[in-house]
């Protein structure tokens, strides 16, 4: 699944239409910087450029700037370099996952191995820092800077801890921040800074993206269980196949019965398949999942209540709708 879902049907007409000459812009400038690689890298770059989505990140620091006065040519930059960054990401974690399908295309990694995906991930990684320095404000970069090393640390964490059955909900959800909800934070609060926000302005965008950006990761999560590979356009049920323990699995572990969580942890510790079927056999799965949702969904009410005060506008009435439109995809997760 990807945070293309949220501007998918009903959510284009409004959020995503209202940013759509600045996504253009957002669009070509990354064309741009796909031909800034040696032309024998540039194919390889390209394709992923070309199968990443529709730009959530760019979308979201351009609404902020609507809300806070005006889109400047910043506003777009930020967006180019955090896609980038989180189209590195996408490189990794499919070679991590082994998943070989995104947005029902091959992933690069099913298409030319591991050893030049990770190559390939490293040079947006570094392409993207480098056009972060290109700000006259060292504080922007620095912050660029500091997303890009909470997201692999995020990633470092949670492969570290894969099948450990000591994982809390409370790392869980530090996992989930830095890996997703870094990104998202730092579009919407890095916009913010761009705009000449106050301090707390700045802090409230920034909590806004990163509980945006955590609420997206437990839906995300919820999917792998219950979501249709036809539908969702990726490999689905990698979470439990690599043992990573996520919100449905922990609250499931906490309110299984003695029996039921005997069995759940010996498949853990012993690193068997934990598929659906296997799932449902063992305890009543579904009850864990509407918790996650639940616990998404009060993260989502967190960022509608960081919009009050600000400026009636399109734009603020845009990045209220996105909270709502990942609301009823939750939703729908629901068995």
């Not at 800034?36 to 990443?52: I, R």
């Not at 191995?113 to 570094?126: E, I």
């Not at 392409?127 to 006259?136: G, P, S």
């Not at 492969?159 to 989930?176: N, S």
Request: charged content about 25%; overall charge negative; aromatic content about 6%.
């Amino acid at each position: 699944m990807s945070t293309s879902t949220l501007f998918q049907g009903r959510s284009e007409r409004f959020p995503f239409e209202l940013v759509r000459p600045q996504l253009e812009r957002v669009e070509a400038s990354i064309r741009d910087q796909v031909r800034a690689f040696d032309p024998a890298v540039e194919p390889y770059v390209s394709y992923v450029c070309n199968t990443s989505g529709k730009r959530i990140r760019p979308a979201l620091s351009i609404l902020v700037g609507g809300a806070l006065g005006g889109v400047n040519e910043d506003h777009l930059k930020i967006g180019v370099i955090l896609e980038l960054i989180h189209m590195a990401t996408l490189v990794h974690d499919d070679i991590i996952d082994g998943a070989v399908t995104r947005r029902m295309i091959p992933t690069s990694n099913a298409k030319w191995g591991a050893g030049l995906s990770v190559l390939l991930g490293d040079a947006l990684f570094s392409h993207a820092l480098a056009l972060a320095t290109e700000f006259d404000d060292i504080t922007i970069c620095r912050k660029v800077g500091r997303a890009s090393r909470e997201v692999c640390e995020g990633e470092i964490v949670q492969t570290q801890r894969r099948w450990d059955l000591t994982l809390t909900k409370a790392d869980y959800f530090r996992i989930i921040e830095m890996k997703t909800g870094a990104l998202f934070a730092a579009a919407t609060g890095i916009a913010a800074a761009l705009s000449g926000a106050s301090a707390e302005t700045e802090a409230k965008l920034f909590d806004y993206g990163l509980k945006l950006g955590t609420a997206y990761q437990i839906y995300d999560d919820c999917l792998d269980l219950v979501g249709s590979e036809e539908d969702v356009g990726k490999t689905l049920r990698t979470d439990l196949e690599k043992g990573k323990l996520t919100l449905p699995i922990l609250n499931l572990l906490e309110s299984a019965n003695e029996s039921q969580r005997a069995k759940l942890t010996k498949r853990i510790v012993e690193q068997q398949p934990l598929d659906l079927p296997v799932l449902v056999g063992i305890a009543e799965y579904e009850g864990a999942i509407e918790s996650a949702i639940d616990t998404a969904s009060a993260m989502l009410q967190t960022c509608r209540d960081h919009l009050i005060g600000l400026p009636d506008s399109d734009s603020v009435e845009a990045l209220g709708q996105i909270t709502g439109f990942l609301d009823a995809l939750l939703q729908k997760c629901r068995r």
